[in-house]
T-cell receptor, first 117, second 109 residues
Framework: GAGVSQSPSNKVTEKGKDVELRCDPISGHTALYWYRQSLGQGLEFLIYFQGNSAPDKSGLPSDRFSAERTGGSVSTLTIQRTQQEDSAVYLC???????????????FGEGSRLTVL | GIQVEQSPPDLILQEGANSTLRCNFSDSVNNLQWFHQNPWGQLINLFYIPSGTKQNGRLSATTVATERYSLLYISSSQTTDSGVYFCAVGVEYGNKLVFGAGTILRVKS
């Protein structure tokens, strides 16, 4: 697609439920990133994919969070047993991928706003 | 890890005024991007500028990598420039961009 596409744009869920957030990167971009932005805060790195592999999962806040990427394209971020502190905007970005140790220019989607009641 | 500091944290301008936003970073970088987050939350790419100077209309940016800072200039500000401006950096063989806390800009008509 022309840009990074995320769905749903908004999700309201009850505490304890599982949620799945989807990201469709720019066509041809091999690198994909998930970030989280809590209300009024900066962006917090969650996970990085190169192709279908996730060489850096260091930002996932707990084992309730997981992500996968299939076909080198679409990625799904899953949050199990959601808690109120999981409420945030979840942003996905993609880039052409690393060359010479550089991430390259990242392009972000519009985000998925998650509210946990 | 690398630290990224942005200043000022908040800025209020009258329409038509000029401004300079600063980004300091604590280590060598091979990637630096400036973003504008509009009131709807969308992150818009402004500049990919690990070094040197670039201009795009009323906006320009300069990164002095050897001195570990970057500047974003906004001239003749407009109300549509309001939002949060983020600086983000990447280090060699790093796997991500590290973001600063942002500068909140409000342009009044």
């Amino acid at each position: 697609g022309a840009g990074v596409s995320q769905s749903p744009s908004n999700k309201v869920t009850e505490k304890g439920k599982d949620v799945e957030l989807r990201c469709d990167p720019i066509s041809g971009h091999t690198a994909l990133y998930w970030y989280r932005q809590s209300l009024g805060q900066g962006l917090e790195f969650l996970i990085y994919f190169q192709g279908n592999s996730a060489p850096d999962k260091s930002g996932l806040p707990s084992d309730r969070f997981s992500a996968e990427r299939t076909g080198g394209s679409v990625s799904t971020l899953t949050i199990q047993r959601t808690q109120q502190e999981d409420s945030a905007v979840y942003l996905c970005a993609s880039s052409l991928g690393r060359t010479s140790g550089n991430t390259g220019e990242l392009f972000f989607g519009e985000g998925s706003r998650l509210t946990v009641l | 890890g690398i630290q990224v500091e942005q200043s000022p944290p908040d800025l209020i301008l009258q329409e038509g005024a000029n401004s300079t936003l600063r980004c300091n970073f604590s280590d060598s970088v091979n990637n630096l991007q400036w973003f504008h987050q509009n009131p709807w939350g969308q992150l818009i790419n402004l500049f990919y500028i690990p070094s040197g100077t670039k201009q795009n209309g009323r906006l320009s940016a300069t990164t002095v990598a050897t001195e570990r800072y970057s500047l974003l200039y906004i001239s003749s500000s407009q109300t549509t420039d309001s939002g949060v401006y983020f600086c983000a950096v990447g280090v060699e063989y790093g796997n991500k961009l590290v973001f600063g806390a942002g500068t909140i800009l409000r342009v009044k008509s």
